[in-house]
């Protein structure tokens, strides 16, 4: 084999692979503390856009229960300004019940632990920066 062709190769399998470690992102662990009890599943939503917080998440999961916490990672996540919100589905009917006003009866929070006053929380106290480092957060309930 020529080395030019050698070299064409080389180039190119180092370029792909350059470009394959710029495309990975790092790690989101999120951390839910003090749950009530073991029943259920924990829904998971991470946001990357005020807009669309606690509306459309940008990647979701959801986990189950043990010792009354869990954990969830979001793997391969880009730089970017993120929020998380979760909620302890008890009674597994795969949404957040809420009563006649409107005020949630299951278990809820978001990064940060940032609560609403007469509402949910805002995207301004739940937003975190990920910059190429992974990031564990805690949400205690």
Known sequence: MSTLVKIIIFFVLSHTVLNAQELKGQDIIVKIDNLDNNKGKVYVALYNSQDTFLDKGYKASFTYIENNSCEVVFKNVPNGIYAISMFH???GNNRLDSNFLG??????????NARGFMGPPKWK????ELHNKSVTKTITL
């Open 89 to 91: 589905d008890e009674n």
């Open 103 to 112: 005020i949630p009866k299951e278990d809820y929070g978001c990064s940060n």
């Open 125 to 128: 106290d739940a937003k975190f």
